[in-house]
């Protein structure tokens, strides 16, 4: 079995950057993490969890998740009502689309403060 643990991002603002992609997603909200809480962690389903980490120049991550659809329109809506660019392809993260141009049923990419390329797809 291989199974996912958890993914490092590193973010300027570890507290911010967890929060907002927590409140996007709908989960609860960041925990600190690490020997001295400079951490910060998302928990998704099955124990696998998003770690941020402090990094005065993060490096570029491209994350994305699959999601219900319903959980998919909660997403939008919470971008939406957030006022956050999206669109439905990483080349045009401003378009407002969602359909799912690679055959699936919805699809949106948006960026975070840091710059990171976050996907949902259902």
């Known amino acids: 079995m291989i199974q996912l643990d958890h993914l490092a991002v590193e973010a300027r603002d570890v507290a911010a950057s967890a929060r907002f992609l927590a409140d996007i997603l709908g989960l609860a909200g960041p925990v600190p993490e690490g020997e001295d809480d400079d951490m910060f962690r998302i928990d998704l389903d099955h124990g696998v969890f998003v ?3 402090p990094a005065s120049e993060p490096r570029f991550s491209h994350v994305a998740f699959r999601v219900d659809a319903a959980r998919f329109e909660s997403i939008v809506d919470r971008l939406r009502a957030r006022g956050v660019a999206f669109g439905n392809d990483h080349d045009d993260t401003r378009n407002h689309r969602t359909e799912d141009f690679l055959g ?7 960026h975070d403060a840091d710059g990171h390329l976050w996907e949902v797809t259902c």
């Open 51 to 53: 770690l941020f980490s």
């Open 104 to 110: 699936g049923a919805g699809r949106v990419y948006f």
